[in-house]
């Protein structure tokens, strides 16, 4: 009871208080750092960085392309800093190219375009298949070791490209069943891109597990389309794409936001029906719950 009443005493005295001092704040976690500072920012825009539902990506398995070469995460701060390019009044159309041929078996393009139109909130157009004959006479290509199969130059495939942007595009993105390689050095590479020019690769080769020899499993076809996806939205590794929700983390959601300008709440929702019509139900239901939280705070 002394300790209470010593608290009323001091409470009410006239003495100067003497506050103890404070102590530090513990520091943010990177990924949440990364994030900046958004408290100037609307409560709707606050809550779609905000990083509680997000799952953060783990650390990638003994194999994988960012194992073995990892990269320094880009905090969004240093993103603006480093003046990215962005969309414009001319250059608002997302490309993709297919460069060989598609089996039956692989992502329909059709869908995919769909959804990487939600994912993005800007047009995307396809343009027209390229022979793999074609490429390959002005693309170096190897065989693979391990695979034993034909792998693409991704640099190669980059440089191919720049020579075939349309004037409205924001960026063009080769798709391809090839396998790719970035460099000699490197077993194989998912995608890679020249941000400065508009252009990347992006294979799904690797997604199949024919491409390995073993079988597919049943609902194959709505995995490949979410696998696809999220190589074209910029996944590094497969356990990542297949471990994380379909959708940026909050540091790369506000640098998409800052260079394409939509409404949160809206994407999401277009990117739920887009998702829920071609089956992808856990992920429309993740957009959803966070359409639904940017717009009232409820979860």
């Known amino acids: 009871m002394r300790y209470l009443v010593l608290i009323a005493v001091l409470a009410c005295s006239s003495e100067p208080e003497r506050a103890m001092p404070a102590k530090p704040a513990a520091p943010a976690a990177p990924h949440i750092a990364a994030i900046g500072d958004t408290s100037k920012l609307s409560p709707a825009l606050q809550r779609a960085f905000d990083p509680q539902d997000h799952v953060p990506a783990g650390k990638p398995g003994d194999g994988f392309e960012v194992a073995e070469h990892p990269e320094e995460p880009q905090p969004f701060d240093l993103y603006v800093r480093n003046k990215p390019n962005i969309p414009d009044g001319e250059r608002r ?3 993709l190219l297919p460069l060989g041929t598609f089996p039956s078996s692989a992502p329909k393009i059709p869908a995919l375009v769909e959804i990487v139109r939600a994912f993005y909130t800007l047009e995307v157009k396809t ?5 793999m004959e074609d490429l390959l006479l002005d693309v170096t290509t190897r065989t693979n070791r391990g695979t034993g199969k034909l792998q693409l130059l991704s640099t190669d495939v980059l440089h191919w490209l720049t020579k075939r942007v349309p004037d409205d595009a924001f960026g063009v993105v080769a798709i391809t069943m090839v396998d790719l390689y970035p460099e000699p050095s490197w077993n194989f590479v998912f995608g890679q891109a020249s941000f400065r020019e508009r252009v990347a690769v992006q294979s799904f080769a690797r997604q199949d597990p024919a491409f390995f020899g073993e079988p597919r499993e049943p609902g194959w076809e709505t995995l490949s389309l979410e696998r696809a996806t999220w190589i ?11 471990r994380a929700p379909l959708h940026p983390c909050p540091v790369c959601l506000r640098k998409l936001h800052h260079a394409i300008g939509f409404d949160p709440e809206v994407r999401e929702v277009t990117l739920a029906a887009a998702l829920r019509k071609y089956g992808i139900t856990d992920e429309a239901e993740w957009s959803e719950r966070r359409a639904r939280f940017i717009r009232d705070g409820r979860r």
């Open 127 to 131: 343009l027209p298949a390229v022979k």
């Open 93 to 95: 159309v997302i490309y």
């Open 232 to 242: 074209v939205a910029g996944s590094n590794h497969q356990e990542e794409a297949d």
